[in-house]
């Protein structure tokens, strides 16, 4: 029972690696939130291959926090797991700003 929660987070990070492939290297540009629901004439004033790279690659760092934070966990370092895991709120920050 002491895995469930690393568990949990490799398949969190497996879902938003399968996503940051799909959006970075796929054009899946219909993943982007927000981009999908927007007017032809919003989208011609955003730059969608900069955006799907960003995108990318933030969901990439998210997914190496949540593989170091399960990987911390079940190495039974519970307090440094939980600094790592806690590092997601200014990631993002960085993203809600950034984008």
Sequence with gaps: MDYVLPVILFLTALILIVLAILVKYYKAYWLIAGYNTMSA????????????????????????????????????????????????VPVSIYMLIKA
Excluded: R, T, W
């Design 41 to 88: 004439e919003k989208k011609k004033n955003v730059d969608v291959v900069g955006l799907s790279q960003f995108s990318g690659n933030m969901c990439f760092v998210m997914a190496a926090i949540f593989i170091f934070a399960g990987v911390l966990l079940m190495a039974g370092k519970e307090a440094i797991a939980g600094v790592v895991f806690a590092l997601l």
